[in-house]
């Protein structure tokens, strides 16, 4: 099946800098890129919403000017958090949507990253 | 977007078959059923997606009524690498939106 990968998997900063999160659809492209957030023990909560060449649509709460999407390509999205806080410590996931045969589309989702601000 | 309800937690044993249902009150015509799988500090991992009858694959079985208002996947013989977060989602493929309900936490005894 199609893989989707993201960098670092883990990370840790202090407080006040910023960190970028890659997410990369190795074997397809996709034309939908997600992103996830999930705190421990809690689910998935979407964050975003990203189309190649366009502006991210980020869901009601999400702030765009602290979590800044970037998807260049079909292959790749980019999730820079600036002025990171340890309230912004979590389990950040993305997921990429391509067209599937027999099944129209299916999401893809990557091994996440682990954000630690201390 | 449809909301989905899930038992929060469940047990079995090793060899046992699992069931887990799912209320989507609210699903659209269009909306597919979807479940995932996931392990602690991983993503979640395709198990299975329908829309009417039932599906099955080499991992799972989907069950969905006529009034598709609910949907049961169907583990067969579970093992303890079963134990994991199972979430059920209802969603437009086409439009690509998932939303994560709160799944349901297996947990498989040897």
């Known amino acids: 099946g199609a893989v989707v990968s993201q960098h670092p998997s883990w990370v840790i900063c202090k407080s006040g800098t910023s960190v970028k999160i890659e997410c990369r659809s190795l074997d397809f492209q996709a034309t939908t890129m997600f992103w996830y957030r999930q705190f421990p023990k809690q689910s998935l909560m979407l964050m975003a919403t990203s189309n190649e060449g366009s502006k991210a649509t980020y869901e009601q709460g999400v702030e765009k000017d602290k979590f800044l999407i970037n998807h260049a390509s079909l292959t790749l999205s980019t999730l820079t958090v600036t002025s990171a806080h340890p309230e912004d410590s979590s389990f950040y996931i993305c997921?990429?949507?391509?067209?599937?045969?027999?099944?129209?589309?299916?999401?893809?989702f990557g091994p996440g990253t682990r954000l630690t601000v201390t | 977007l449809a909301k989905t309800t899930q038992p929060i937690s469940m047990d079995s044993y090793e060899g046992q078959e699992v069931n887990i249902t799912c209320s989507h009150n609210n699903i659209a015509t269009n909306d597919y059923i979807t479940w995932y799988q996931q392990f602690p500090s991983q993503g979640p991992r395709f198990i299975i997606q329908g829309y009417k009858t039932k599906v099955t694959n080499e991992v799972a079985s989907l069950f969905i009524p006529a009034d598709r208002k609910s949907s049961t996947l169907s583990l067969p013989r579970v093992s303890l690498s079963d134990t994991a977060v199972y979430y059920c989602?209802?969603?437009?493929?086409?439009?690509?939106?998932?939303?994560f309900g709160g799944g349901t936490r297996l947990m498989v005894k040897p």
């Open positions: 989602l209802v969603g437009d493929p086409a439009g690509n939106m998932l939303t």
């Open positions: 997921s990429a949507s391509s067209p599937v045969s027999g099944r129209d589309y299916e999401q893809y």
